[in-house]
């Protein structure tokens, strides 16, 4: 965030800046999306709604996992939330207690120790190889599990890393006993894999997804958790107190999301496929490393240590220096400490330009090696 907000200064300032750091579509939220909140406006939606959401919208998303993903969900199990940050807090809120312990993966999504923390809960990190695709090893996951253990949080396809855990991993997970705290915020948004959620596995599971990435409606604040029936009562009970109810007008475009929004879907993945490809040949033609592939959401997490191990200072740097935007690695964890994570979710000439000034910026501080001059005995046209 400190990267994104001097990169909004420096654009006041008349600078032009190349967003590679931001996390959010750049395409417009579906017209048929648009044009139903629009229509909720119009009929008054403005109002006070179920702590937990309408009914018809959890009917929708209960259909949804069944339609995708073949899992039966009661729509008693779905709460719907102001965005899906306010899912995974009501969510660890109804778990743990102070003192309680969370695995979390490293390289992670920044925010989640931040939440535990607040919480009075203890994340403990277990590492992922970008060389075995980022899979959560059960073995390693067990080895650190204790009597205060109550959960591992899972997130697939990941932020910053792109992987997708196959089902077989998901599967190994489930018979840790532990309970499963899934971030699905990406699901949808995959390259030539299926990414299944953790029901098809587990009922002992908070599955935590929403409308932000799939559909473009960032700004729209609209998620949801799936919870086991025990903790229904108190997640209602901290909805109602915390956040009162998302908002009305909201819930019936997120309704129209799911019954309308996929073909547009399609196509924002198609183009996200044809960036990733472009990013990743450009990347490692400047000569970042790139281990992993990868095959979900719209990141890819760079090795730039050739240059520099320290990666808030590196993109500090870029941004000054280059005025292209992209995230450090330290923010998601020690393991991603001397990486830059470049996010695709912004057009493919905004990607080529901002990939060119990186280049000339690293030729400029004499970083990049000069390509071979013409020996003798050699010809040129």
Same mark, same amino acid.
């Given at each position: ?122 994340? =403990? ?23 205060? /253990? ?39 948004? /995959? ?10 596995? /587990? ?17 729209? =604040? ?94 500090? =740097? ?37 990939? =060119? ?25």
């Amino acid at each position: 965030m400190e990267v994104l907000e001097r990169a909004d200064e420096l654009a006041r300032n008349g600078t032009e800046v190349i967003h590679l750091e931001v996390g959010e579509p750049d395409f417009p939220t579906p017209k048929a999306v648009v044009e139903a909140g629009m229509e909720a406006l119009r009929r008054g939606r403005t109002k006070y709604t179920p702590s937990v959401g309408h009914a018809p919208l959890r009917e929708a998303i209960a259909a949804f996992y069944q339609r995708e993903y073949g899992v039966e969900v009661s729509p008693e199990q779905v709460v719907v939330t102001a965005g899906t940050s306010p899912a995974l807090l009501l969510s660890l809120a109804a778990l743990l207690e102070p003192g309680d312990e969370v695995l979390l993966p490293n390289p992670h999504y920044a925010c989640y120790p931040n939440f535990l923390r607040f919480l009075g809960a203890v994340p =403990r990190f277990f590492p992922l190889e970008a060389r075995e695709g980022y899979l959560y090893d059960p073995q390693r996951i067990a080895s650190q599990m204790g009597p205060r /253990t109550k959960a591992v949080l899972v997130n697939s396809p990941a932020n910053p890393t792109g992987a997708v855990l196959p089902p077989e991993n998901l599967a190994a997970l489930a018979e840790l006993g532990l309970f499963l705290i899934s971030d699905e915020i990406y699901h949808g948004l /995959t390259y030539g894999v299926r990414s299944p959620t953790v029901l098809e596995f /587990t009922d002992r599971a908070f599955v935590l997804n929403g409308f932000s990435k799939r559909y473009a409606m960032t700004g729209w =604040r609209l998620g949801w958790v799936i919870a086991p029936r025990e903790f229904l009562r108190p997640l209602r009970i901290m909805a109602q107190n915390f956040f009162i109810s998302p908002a009305d007008f909201v819930q019936w475009a997120g309704l129209a999301a799911l019954q309308q929004g996929e073909p547009e879907v399609a196509r924002m993945v198609a183009e996200y496929d044809r960036r990733r490809r472009f990013l990743l040949g450009r990347l490692r033609e400047i000569g970042f490393g790139v281990e992993y592939e990868p095959q979900g959401a719209f990141y890819i997490l760079a090795d730039a240590r050739r240059w520099s191990r320290d990666s808030l200072s590196l993109a500090h =740097r870029l941004l000054e220096e280059a005025h292209v935007g992209v995230t450090p690695g330290v923010d998601f964890g020690s393991r991603a400490e001397g990486f830059l994570r470049f996010s695709y979710a912004n057009s493919l000439e905004n990607i080529a330009e901002g990939l =060119r000034r990186i280049e000339a910026w690293l030729q400029r501080q004499s970083l990049l090696p000069e390509p071979p001059s013409c020996g003798a005995g050699c010809s040129s046209s």
